[in-house]
């Protein structure tokens, strides 16, 4: 089985600023990814990021990257030079390895980002 | 490149009433997900369609819920009869389900109060 925890219920961040999503994640399966999702209030949700559990490095996509460490369980979600448009929730999540498996979701965390 | 779409937007219906919603896939897409969204948490899987075949339905309660994929397209997902406890946002999600990574598109989804 696998869980994933994020423990912030709401970030706050001013415009421009470094932000740091947490996740935590526990699973037995050998090989999975890690993914993180935007949901504004729209409702839909949006792929930001994905880690593989074997990948070499950290991901990167434009201003978001992913901290991943294996052995800590940890797939952290930064977010640099903060926009207002990035105020939404987001959810980590993952899943094995391969082909049809659906993505287990933690809880979110809500990002405010001020002016 | 048209995304996943569903409908109606919204719905709002009384307890022990049914409800239907639809969803349409990104075409070529061969997995198919609905989640449900209850408020303030993550999305959790109800069902995994494989083109017309069920992966998953370990979490969809089958004494009031039902879902098909005819021809391994269009997908309805049925409540009957609603609780008050089925308020919640319903997502649906396709994926190409062959890929490495296998990232999940979603729809904007549905929004159900059961009254």
């Known amino acids: 089985a696998q869980k994933i925890t994020q423990t912030q219920p709401g970030m706050f961040v001013q415009e421009k600023e470094a932000v740091t999503l947490d996740c935590t994640y526990d699973?037995?399966?050998?090989?999975?990814?890690l993914f993180w999702y935007k949901q504004p209030s729209s409702g839909e949700m949006i792929f930001l990021i994905y880690?593989?559990?074997?990948?070499?490095q950290n991901a990167t996509e434009g201003r978001y990257s992913l901290n991943f460490q294996k052995a800590r369980k940890s797939a952290n979600l930064v977010i640099s030079a903060s926009q207002l448009g990035d105020s939404a929730m987001y959810f980590c999540a993952m899943r094995p390895q391969g082909a049809g498996y659906a993505l287990n979701f933690g809880k979110g965390t809500s990002l405010l980002v001020t002016p | 490149e048209a995304g996943v779409a569903q409908s109606p937007r919204y719905k709002i219906i009384e307890k022990r009433q049914s409800v239907a919603f639809w969803c349409n896939p990104i075409?070529?897409?061969?997995?198919l997900y609905w989640y449900q969204q209850i408020l303030g948490q993550g999305p959790k899987l109800l069902i995994q369609f494989q083109n017309n075949g069920v992966v998953d339905d370990s979490q969809l309660p089958k004494d009031r819920f039902s879902a098909e994929r005819l021809k391994g397209v269009d997908s309805t997902l049925k409540i009957q009869p609603a609780k008050l406890e089925d308020s919640a946002v319903y997502l649906c999600a396709s994926s190409l389900g062959q890929t490495k990574v296998g990232k999940l598109f979603f729809g904007s989804g549905t929004q159900l109060s059961v009254l």
């Open positions: 699973t037995s399966d050998p090989s999975y990814g």
């Open positions: 075409s070529g897409h061969a997995t």
């Open positions: 880690q593989g559990s074997y990948d070499q």
